[in-house]
């Protein structure tokens, strides 16, 4: 079965550099999320779209911004990078508005190291 | 407040044996969903097993069952017949209804449990 896809799954950036996380959710699924794990840590909710519009907002900096196209991927852009971004950032996807039995499946993660 | 609590801070056991994970939660929605995922080493996170909040009897999926006790807001993962593949972190996450936006919502996490299997 199909299952959503992530690039690059490892990059590394030197601080104040942009970097771009690319996301491709499960065909037919309609919402993505964007997650962020620091070492150690609990995946943090950053961002969801749902049908190509911003859906929820967690606690994603200014400096970053994300877009769903309309072949439903998705891009996490994150600028001004810091030290402290360096984490595993997963995407997400699910299927059903407000269908709380769905599961988000999730890729297997970009790991982002700045140095 | 914490909406997922997960506070033991690592498990071990037998190969074989059974072991449970403990998961709290804290909602004002009477309408929520469970999750447990399975977080290996090598990072990926994979969905295990599913409670919805009105759901009558406690979920299966093989091995992993789930101990749903809707008054004390505990949803504990019960792994049978444990394998040395089964050592991992072990998240418990929400999903709350979001009914009067009708949204999608967001998965949130607890911190997690470290598994480890012996042989």
């Known amino acids: 079965a199909a299952g959503v896809i992530q690039s690059p799954r490892h990059l590394i950036k030197e601080k104040r550099e942009t970097a771009t996380l690319k996301c491709y959710p499960i065909?037919?699924?309609?919402?993505v999320y964007w997650y962020q794990q620091g070492p150690g840590q609990d995946p943090q909710f950053l961002i969801s779209f749902y049908e190509k519009m911003q859906s929820d907002k967690g606690s994603i900096p200014d400096r970053f911004s994300a877009q769903q196209f309309s072949d439903y991927h998705s891009e996490l852009n994150m600028s001004s990078l810091e030290l402290g971004d360096s984490a595993l950032y997963f995407c997400a996807s699910s299927l059903g508005r407000g269908v709380r039995r769905s599961p988000l499946h999730f890729g297997n993660g970009t790991r982002l190291t700045v140095t | 407040a914490q909406k997922i609590t997960q506070t033991q801070p690592g498990m071990f056991v037998q190969e074989k044996e059974a072991v449970t994970l403990d998961c709290t939660y804290d909602?004002?929605?009477?309408?929520?969903?469970l999750f447990w995922y399975k977080q290996p080493s090598s990072g990926e996170m994979i969905f295990l097993i599913y409670q919805g909040s009105y759901d009558q009897q406690n979920a299966t999926e093989g091995r992993y069952s789930l101990n749903f006790q809707k008054a004390r807001k505990s949803a504990n993962l019960v792994i049978s017949a444990s394998q040395l593949g089964d050592s991992a972190m072990y998240f418990c996450a929400m999903r709350e209804g979001r009914r009067y936006t009708g949204a999608n919502s967001k998965l949130t996490f607890g911190k997690g449990i470290t598994l480890s299997v012996r042989p």
């Open positions: 065909p037919r699924h309609d919402t």
């Open positions: 909602t004002s929605d009477p309408s929520y969903g």
